[in-house]
C-alpha cells in the first residue's frame, strides 16, 4: 500500500501529516529517502527520523455526536469533530454523520478496522431512529423498506419499526450520503431528527448527546469478529 495509507493504518498520524512528514525529508524506506506516493511492504525497513515507526496503542471511542458538528478530520473546516472532542492523540471517525444529525459515531486511530466497517459490501447494520415533519402510514414503511430510489440509486431493503405516529426506528446496510433524508423526501416527507443509536454491536445507550466513552476490551473484540 502506498505510505501514507500505511502510516494512517498504523495509528501513527493522518494521510496528510504522513505526506507533510514525507515532503520534510523525514521517512527513508530500506536507506532511500521516501518519496510522496510511493508504494510499501510492511516487511520494508521504514524509518522516520531514523527511527522504526512507532508502536502506537489503538484507541477506541463511541462518541455521542451533537447536532451542528462535522464528522471531518480536516482542521480547516469549522465545528469539526477533531476540535470538538479535543482529544490528546490522533483519531478520526469512521464515516460520516450529516452535520445536522446527531448520534453514535466511532472515533479511532485504527485505519484497517476502519476500511473494514465501511465497507458496503459487508452488509454492516447501523440503526437510527427518525422523526418526520408529519404523521405517516403502512404504506410508507412498505416503500421505505423495500428500497427507494433517491436519483438514480435504489436503496437496500431495510428494517423499519414504527414507534408513534410520526417517528419510527430503521436499520440500513449501507451508507448513501444523506440516504434516511433522501429516501423521506422521494416519499413526500422531510426528516426533522435523526439519531443514530447502534453500529454493529456497540450502542450508544448510556452516553449523553456530546460525551463520549471507550469501548470495551470485549465490544472491541466482538467488533473485530463482526467485520
Known sequence: MRINKLLSNLGFCSRKEANRIIEDGRITVNGIQCIPGQWVELEDNILIDG???????????????????????????????????????????????????????????????????????????????????????????????????????????????????DTFSIVLTQGLNRQIRKMSRALGYTVIKLVRIRILNISIDGIENGQWRYLTEGEVEALKNII
Open 51 to 165: 527511527e522504526p515507526i512507532p508502536v502506537v496503542e489503538k484507541v477506541y471511542i463511541a462518541l455521542n455526536k451533537p447536532v451542528g458538528i462535522t464528522c471531518t478530520a480536516a482542521r480547516e473546516v469549522k465545528d469539526n469533530i477533531i476540535d470538538f472532542m479535543n482529544y490528546d492523540k490522533y483519531i478520526f471517525p469512521v464515516g460520516r454523520l450529516d452535520k445536522e444529525s446527531q448520534g453514535l459515531i466511532l472515533m479511532t486511530n485504527d485505519g484497517e478496522l476502519s476500511n473494514k466497517i465501511l465497507e458496503s459490501d459487508n452488509m454492516h447494520e447501523k440503526e437510527y431512529v427518525v422523526t418526520l415533519d408529519k404523521d405517516y402510514d403502512d404504506e410508507f414503511l412498505k416503500k421505505m423498506s423495500s428500497g427507494v430510489d433517491i436519483g438514480g440509486v435504489i436503496t437496500r431493503e431495510c428494517n423499519l419499526k414504527r414507534i408513534n405516529e
